[in-house]
């Protein structure tokens, strides 16, 4: 690992990334989290911080852990997403912060000091828990973190018996799949997310020798996954803070490519997004099974 290191994707325009830093984030397969680094063992960091609370404290904790007294750190975020708040966290640390402002983000540098205050707390409070509401392991930063959002809830009320080999698109934290190894033809489930951190609470709450989980983005296919039985997702439609319609349209094609034929697709969709043409596209029958919450149920076939 080299000394100096960045967590997320900071805009390039907004800080300087030295070629081969060490890359840490949650969302990428193949980087490292920012709990992995050594205390006391880099000399800077960059952090694109993220917009919730209790996700932003856990890595700006990490982050003053990992740096040596002296050492640098180069906070970010969008001011309408918690870059408001940025300077009074790092101060609540016991950091002296220098902070600017550029293209709506607020930019706030710091010399970690000899003594941090809070650290723990702030670790302790944001880590793997269980989430009381959920009943299952969790953390903050994970999607839908400590509730059933309104798109699962209705999916699982309407969701049949499955039989074969499938998979979970999207997992989560393994509400969902919970519910599809609740049927004993189940042979095989794969649960699939982008999130580390997701996959590793499923890892936990999912306790069934059926199922097997992967780190993986879904815009490009997952390995060794074809002539499956039945996919089950609630696609999601944000990459990065930003709408992107495009994700459950993607979402779609890969589960057509990944069902052999004659198996079934059972999605939940917010009510706005455009999937209908997509799903006629890629099945070729597609059965509206209702709606509610503001979110659209679909049966497509291949």
Request: positive net charge; contains cysteine.
């Amino acid at each position: 690992m080299t000394s100096e290191a960045v967590y997320g994707d900071p805009p390039a325009e907004l800080a300087e990334i030295p070629t081969g830093a060490s890359r840490f984030s949650p969302l990428h397969p193949g980087r490292e989290a920012i709990e992995h680094p050594a205390e006391a063992s880099l000399g800077r960091l960059v952090v694109l911080a993220p917009p919730g609370v209790l996700e932003r404290r856990f890595v700006l904790a990490h982050a003053l852990r990992a740096l040596k007294p002296g050492g640098e750190l180069l906070a970010l975020a969008p001011k309408d997403r918690g870059g408001a708040r940025l300077k009074k966290e790092l101060e609540a640390f016991c950091c002296a912060v220098t902070e600017t402002a550029r293209r709506h983000h607020r930019i706030c540098l710091v010399q970690r000091p000899q003594t941090l205050e809070g650290l723990d707390a702030a670790i302790a409070e944001s880590g793997p828990q269980r989430a009381p509401r959920l009943g299952l392991w969790s953390q903050p930063g994970v999607f839908s973190w400590d509730r059933i959002d309104p798109g699962t809830a209705l999916l699982l009320e309407a969701a049949p018996s499955f039989a074969g080999r499938g998979a979970d698109f999207g997992c989560g934290v393994g509400v969902l799949a919970l519910k599809v190894l609740e049927s004993a033809a189940v042979s095989a489930l794969a649960l699939i997310d982008i999130d580390a951190r997701a996959v590793a609470m499923a890892r936990r709450n999912v306790a069934d020798p059926r199922a097997n989980f992967l780190q993986h983005d879904l815009r490009t296919a997952p390995p060794g996954l074809a002539d499956l039985d039945f996919v089950v997702m609630n696609p999601p439609f944000h990459a990065g803070g930003t709408e992107d319609r495009s994700l459950g349209q993607t979402f779609i094609r890969r589960a057509a490519s990944a069902l052999r034929r004659g198996g079934v697709c059972r999605l939940v969709a917010n009510i706005g997004m455009p999937y209908e043409a997509v799903l006629a596209e890629c099945f070729s029958a597609v059965q509206p099974l209702g709606q509610g919450r503001g979110y659209k149920l679909f049966e497509a076939r291949k």
